[in-house]
């Protein structure tokens, strides 16, 4: 199994920024995939920021230019750096992990940190 908890929501001023981070523990396996998705109220889960197997990072085009995605390996965590926030950036932002151990996938989700963005 593994656990990800996230930390950093809040509320945040339109034109803001926010860092959240995701720590991930028990039995981790390198060959993964490793990001955030979110979800709005009345929306479905989305995509926000990924990093792929090869390490490649994909953004939702509505976040492009604003938000960044980064890493420590050693550290085992993933942040997500928002910048020039927009109330439509309000949402639970899950971290999310799948890996490969043997020939299985696994996924696994955070329970979510809210941000509110607001004046």
């Known amino acids: 199994q593994v656990q990800l908890v996230e930390s950093g929501g809040g509320l945040v001023q339109p034109g803001g920024s926010l860092r959240l981070s995701c720590a991930a523990s028990?039995?981790?396996?390198?060959?993964?995939?490793m990001g955030w998705y979110r979800q709005a109220p009345g929306k479905q889960r989305e995509l926000v920021a990924t990093?792929?197997?090869?390490?490649?990072?994909n953004y939702a085009d509505s976040v492009k230019g604003r938000f960044t995605i980064s890493r420590d390996n050693a550290k085992k965590q993933v942040y997500l750096q928002m910048n020039s926030v927009k109330p439509e950036d309000t949402a639970v932002y899950y971290c999310y992990r799948k890996q490969l151990s043997g020939s299985r996938w696994s996924e696994y989700w955070g329970q979510g940190t809210q941000v509110t963005v607001s004046s």
């Open positions: 990093f792929s197997i090869s390490g490649t990072t």
């Open positions: 028990g039995n981790i396996f390198s060959i993964n995939v």
